[in-house]
């Protein structure tokens, strides 16, 4: 019995849509993962062939699978209508490109520039001509160089003493390792050493002049290596006693500086006090000026005092002056016009002590008669 023709034709239709889906087939099959170091570019391959009877419009796309699988697919860059979209993942605007400009001659690859760290993950591409579809994942995995790799000394660099070098990178995707080598001198490390590759310290033990030198160490990852020096320098033990000794002489003399800086300046200090005061003294015992009222009766007193030790014969120069007149405050000074005779400034008590005998003298008018 023979197949009703309805049947017969739709059963010839799926065996030429399974042929032509096996036509598009990917070419690159070689590599499926990828270590790049970061700043690099990375060309992720995705060639494919065409048969004559995939005559649908060609699409192909790139997205990235994200670890989660509850999340969706990110479209990266899209070949689709004879035109190139490459605005849809901002993470690679500006740094992703088609590897061939027409992606029509079999080459739908992806070039990634100026790789970063945040660019590891899962890419897949897929490759669409009515009626076949084909698609590839590969694995990229951005790491960066070890870079900014420090090198220091730790402990004391004495003979005899335990002394630690250390190698640290700032940067750089693990698996770090480090290693130590020598440059001068012997260039092999000393035979006490003991090195720790992943901490990156080599340990030195009791240490001797020998172990001087520069020693070298390089941090090494997959993808790069960094490296640093430091120079060591293993020295006799330092003489404490004679430091602390020499800081206590060193103190002792700063401070009597000082103690002979403060006393110098206290003495300055008081000298100048002193001569405030004496100043001030000298100000407070000076007299006052003498009026002429007072100058006045100081010269009668004193002529008072001076005619009682007189003789009755020198009474003549006394009588002759007139008493009417008031002396003048320059009368003090010694008269230029009468050298002869000069009025005694010798107080009366100064006279009783010298003997003088106090006379009487009988006062008189002014026309000579004794009143």
């Known amino acids: 019995m023979e197949p009703p023709l309805p049947l017969l034709g739709v059963s010839l239709v799926l065996l030429c849509s399974a042929g032509l889906t096996r036509s598009l087939t990917i070419t690159s099959v070689d590599q499926s993962m990828f270590e790049k170091a970061q700043g690099e570019k990375v060309t992720l391959p995705c060639t494919f062939e065409l048969s004559e009877e995939d005559i649908g419009p060609l699409d192909i796309e790139w997205v990235l699978i994200p670890a989660d699988n509850q999340k ?97 990178s700032q940067e750089g995707s693990p698996l770090l390792s480090y290693d130590w080598r020598r440059v001068s001198g012997t260039q092999n490390l000393p035979a006490t050493s003991v090195l720790n590759k992943n901490t990156g310290e080599l340990l030195l033990k009791n240490a001797s002049r020998e172990y001087s030198g520069t020693y070298n160490c390089v941090a090494t990852n997959r993808v790069g290596t960094d490296e640093c020096s430091v120079q060591l320098n293993v020295t006799p033990p330092v003489n404490t006693a004679g430091i602390i000794t020499g800081a206590i002489i060193g103190t002792l003399l700063g401070l009597s500086v000082l103690c002979s800086i403060i006393f110098c300046f206290c003495k300055k200090h008081r000298e100048k006090k002193y001569e405030k005061e004496v100043h001030h003294d000298i100000r407070e015992d000076v007299p006052p000026p003498k009026s002429r009222s007072s100058t006045a009766r100081s010269y009668i007193g004193s002529n008072r005092s001076s005619l009682g030790s007189m003789s009755p014969s020198n009474m003549e120069g006394y009588t002759k002056t007139p008493y009417s007149q008031v002396p003048s405050e320059d009368f003090e000074r010694a008269p230029a016009q009468n050298p002869a005779f000069a009025p005694s400034k010798v107080a009366a008590p100064n006279l009783s002590r010298m003997g003088a005998v106090p006379v009487m003298i009988p006062a008189q008018s002014k026309d000579g008669s004794i009143v």
């Open 72 to 168: 969706k697919e990110e479209i990266i860059i899209m070949y689709a209508v004879d035109r190139v979209y490459n605005h849809y993942y901002a993470g690679l605007t500006g740094r992703m490109q088609f590897t061939n400009l027409d992606p029509r001659s079999g080459d739908g690859s992806l070039d990634i520039l100026n790789l970063k760290a945040s660019d590891t993950g899962t890419y897949q591409c897929k490759v669409k001509k009515a009626p076949g579809v084909q698609s590839k994942k590969m694995q990229l995995t951005v790491l960066v160089k070890p870079a900014r790799t420090k090198c220091s000394i730790e402990g004391s660099q004495e003979i005899g003493k335990d002394v630690t070098l250390k190698c640290v």
